[in-house]
Each structure stands twice: as C-alpha cells, then as structure tokens.
Nanobody, 126 residues
Framework: QVQLVESGGGSVQAGGSLRLSCVASGRTFSNNALGWFRQAPGKERVFVAAINWSGGFTIYADSVKGRFTISRDNAKKTAYLQMNSLKPDDTAVYYC???????????????????WGQGTQVTVSA
C-alpha cells in the first residue's frame, strides 16, 4: 500500500511558478512509476507528466511541455512537479499517482495508476 500526499499548490499570477511535491509513505515508492494529473472544474482528469521508477525517463502532455518538469528523489520518497510560465488554463486540482506494479513503465492513462493523493489546488489568474 502506498499513501500519497501532495502539497505546494496555491494562487499565482500568469507567468509565475509553483513547485508541487508529492510525499509517499508505505512500503513502495522507489520502484514505482509516478504521474501527475490535473482536473479543472467541470472537466475530466487529464494527464500532465509521468516519470519512470529511476527518474531516467519522463513524458509530458503537449500543453505543458517546456514549462513543467517532473522529477523524483527516491531517498526522500518524494516526487516534484516544477511549473513555470503558468497560464490561467493551468488552473486545476493537481493529483499525484503511483503505479502499483514495481518497475512498470510510466503511463499517460489514469487507469494505469493504483494509488492517488488527495490533490492540491493550483489557481492561476490573468
């Protein structure tokens, strides 16, 4: 079992930056692929970024490519999402997720992830 807790959300103006953190507890983390997803009001949850178990491979949604960076520190059981050049369209609740099977590849599909955090709100004003 893995528990995930996100933090770092808040309100910023367009062009600003935020760094989200996702701290894991439980018996697994370092061997599991991780992903960040977001859900805007009235919309479905969508993929943002993912990273493999070692941190050596990452993938991003086109909408955030070049602005967001996903990373992880397995020793600290923490994943990060650095968000730069934020836009009002980035406003959403951001969720961290982990795949349950060790050493599985990262995925852009939410159904591939077994563990989810409670989410953290990011609001970007124009």
């Amino acid at each position: 079992q893995v528990q995930l807790v996100e933090s770092g959300g808040g309100s910023v103006q367009a062009g600003g930056s935020l760094r989200l953190s996702c701290v894991a507890s439980g018996r697994t983390f370092s061997n599991n692929a991780l992903g960040w997803f977001r859900q805007a009001p009235g919309k479905e949850r969508v993929f943002v970024a993912a990273i493999n178990w070692s941190g050596g491979f990452t993938i991003y949604a086109d909408s955030v490519k070049g602005r967001f960076t996903i990373s992880r520190d397995n020793a600290k059981k923490t994943a990060y999402l650095q968000m730069n050049s934020l836009k009002p369209d980035d406003t959403a609740v951001y969720y961290c997720a982990a795949r349950g099977r060790p050493f599985s590849t990262y995925s852009t599909g939410s159904s591939s992830y077994d563990y989810w955090g409670q989410g953290t709100q990011v609001t970007v004003s124009a």
